[in-house]
């Protein structure tokens, strides 16, 4: 099992950047792909990113994100560029015991409590 603390988020001004962090505890961090995802009021929880067990192969849900991980820390992240109003949401954490990436929810097996994310206009 693994549990997932996310931080980094806060208010920030639209056109600009932010990098949030996901904290996992567990000595087997390296053998879970590990994603990101957002949930805005009233909306379902959408994918953002998601990135292999090795950090070799990612994918993301469009161009202004940036997934990267250190398995030396049991870290994810997420750089996030061009801020928008519309990204406004909480960001969740999530890791996924079998091998390769995903895209939908269901497809991970631990989520952390999330972190805000207010983009002001």
């Known amino acids: 099992q693994v549990q997932l603390v996310e931080s980094g988020g806060g208010l920030v001004q639209a056109g600009g950047s932010l990098r949030l962090s996901c904290a996992a505890s567990?000595?087997?961090?390296?053998?879970?792909?590990m994603g990101w995802f957002r949930q805005a009021p009233g909306k379902e929880r959408e994918f953002v990113a998601a990135?292999?067990?090795?950090?070799g192969t990612t994918y993301y849900a469009e161009g202004r994100f940036t997934i990267f991980r250190d398995n030396s820390k049991n870290a994810v992240y997420l750089h996030v560029n061009s801020l928008k109003p519309e990204d406004t949401a909480v960001y969740y954490c999530a890791a996924k015991k079998s091998y390769g990436i995903g895209v939908s929810r269901e497809m991970y097996d631990y989520w952390g409590q999330g972190t805000q994310v207010t983009v002001s206009s």
């Open positions: 567990g000595r087997t961090f390296s053998s879970y792909a």
């Open positions: 990135i292999a067990q090795s950090g």
